[in-house]
């Protein structure tokens, strides 16, 4: 069961960084079926898709007894994850209903820098520490900026 939730967890980022990097439905650039990139589309304007701004969310669901341990594995990580290049933001929220679930909310520049984040020695530790600590698979979703600023 445990490495179920760690291969779904692990799963469902991979999915989404992958999403991030394809072609998005309102792109208006001709792409002629190539994942999209900062290079100029049929409009002459440059496409950014590259340059967008991500956000992610990630609810995690521990069992009680193992709270403690995964609040101490989040500090590392916390703690290492804000001091990449790329992130923005990064923090973790618990539900104050129901103290094992819990929410991470992460700003990061762009996709290279999620991706980045992704293959990082100190995620993949966490990731091992969630297996151990998590009732059920994760629900991870990643958004694109749709403001029209340049991070």
Known sequence: ?????????????????????????????DHNGEACCSAAGADGKACTHAEVKKIISAQVFIKPEKVDAFLAATKDLIEKSRAEEGCVSYSLYQDPQDKTKFLFFEEWKNQAA??????????????????????????????????????
């Open 114 to 151: 999620v991706d980045f984040h992704f293959a990082t020695e100190h995620f993949g530790k966490f990731g091992e520490t969630l297996e151990e600590c998590a009732s059920a698979p994760a629900v991870i979703t990643i958004y694109d900026s749709v403001a029209e600023e340049k991070v």
């Open 1 to 29: 069961m445990k490495t179920n939730i760690v291969i779904l967890f692990c799963a469902a980022i991979m999915m989404a960084a992958c999403c991030g990097k394809s072609q998005s439905s309102s792109c208006a650039h």
